[in-house]
């Protein structure tokens, strides 16, 4: 098994344990439960991270309480119960506070690679530094969000509707008669399916990378002055201004960059400055990997590199190129031996 594929299931397998036991704290309040799933939830990032998510969902079904549907009303003066740090302590509404979650993880199909689920309305897509998600959409859609985005989800009867605020996504865009728009910044790709990838770039401005199918690249709103939507397809990068929407060219480093299979966390450079590459992986490293001089940021390195992970992209950075390794309080130093 390879890298990738095994990283993918422990990430299924972690979400796969984080709804069992949300399930099975509504039904056991046992101390030794209590016990068993403290010592899961504490044992890593990745367990409370997807724990707190599902917790979300879970809470959903709360509001079936005092649904005709369910017939589950709540006495007015009946009290609350007690929540401790994560346990889940719900009344009467469990058995359908369990069915909304079923449904929520159950409404896609099959969980994507990494982290998936349905994507609840009006709640916005969100990723944490250092974390790349996959969500699917209700209207099938999957949007995969790299670290640090978030992104804004409305559908309605006659338009699929997203608004990238910040960092990147990719959609693989479902067959569907509603157009399927993406606003960032001034600008908006328009798209009917295939896939696309929309990011902020460090210059503040928007890059479109059409992978499949068509789209159009325009300004939201635009003048008198500005010019028309532009067609987009495989063919090329395309850049906008994040202010008024108007177009811009794409740098090469840019646009290499915007080529890369990132939903994998893993980039391949023929040749690029390891400054360049280093602010590529800072995206995700949660202290700032550090070039001590200008002869150490305008070496070259070529190959294929994990940037998600930064222990593991220093060592083969520092390896393949002959640097040592620093750490302090600020930062990881890297520098010529």
Do not use: C
């Not at 969980?111 to 209207?139: C, N």
């Not at 696309?196 to 479109?208: E, H, K, M, P, R």
């Amino acid at each position: 098994m390879n890298d990738n594929k095994r990283g993918e299931d422990e990430h299924v397998s972690i979400n796969q344990q984080a709804r069992e036991w949300v399930v099975r704290l509504d039904r056991d309040k046992s101390p030794e439960t209590r016990a068993e799933f403290d010592e899961w939830f504490d044992a890593s990032p990745e367990h409370r991270r997807e724990f707190e998510w599902i917790e979300k969902i879970y809470a959903v079904g709360e509001h079936l309480k005092d649904s005709d549907e369910f017939g589950l009303k709540r006495e007015a003066d009946a009290p609350r119960p007690a929540r401790s740090r994560h346990w889940l302590m719900w009344g009467t509404a469990a058995a359908a506070a369990v069915a909304v979650l079923m449904i929520a993880f159950g409404a896609g199909g099959a969980p994507l690679p990494g982290q998936s689920m349905s994507a609840l309305a009006a709640e916005p897509l969100v990723t944490q530094r250092g974390e790349i998600r996959s969500f699917r959409l209700s209207d099938g859609t999957n949007a995969t969000l790299d670290t640090d985005s978030r992104v804004e989800v409305s559908m309605t009867a006659t338009e699929r509707s997203l608004h990238l605020s910040q960092g990147r996504a990719r959609f693989e865009v479902a067959s569907d008669a509603r157009p399927f728009r993406v606003r960032a910044g001034a600008g908006e790709v328009t798209a009917s399916q295939g896939v696309l990838d929309v990011a902020y770039g460090d210059d503040q401005n928007i890059t479109v990378r059409v992978i499949s199918g068509e789209a159009k690249v325009g300004p939201i709103a635009p003048g008198p002055q500005a010019a028309p939507a532009r067609p987009a397809d495989q063919s090329e990068v395309l850049g906008y201004s994040v202010t008024d929407g108007r177009a811009v060219s794409v740098p090469p480093v840019v646009g290499a960059n915007a080529r890369q299979d990132w939903p994998s966390g893993w980039v391949q450079h023929r040749s690029i400055r390891l400054d360049q590459l280093v602010a590529q992986a800072n995206r995700y490293s949660g202290k700032p990997i550090i070039l001590d001089d200008n002869a150490t940021a305008a070496l070259i390195a070529s190959g294929r590199f994990q940037i998600n992970k930064t222990d593991v992209f220093v060592e083969r950075i520092a390896e393949s190129l002959k640097l040592r390794i620093s750490y302090r309080d600020d930062g990881i130093h890297l520098r010529k031996r």
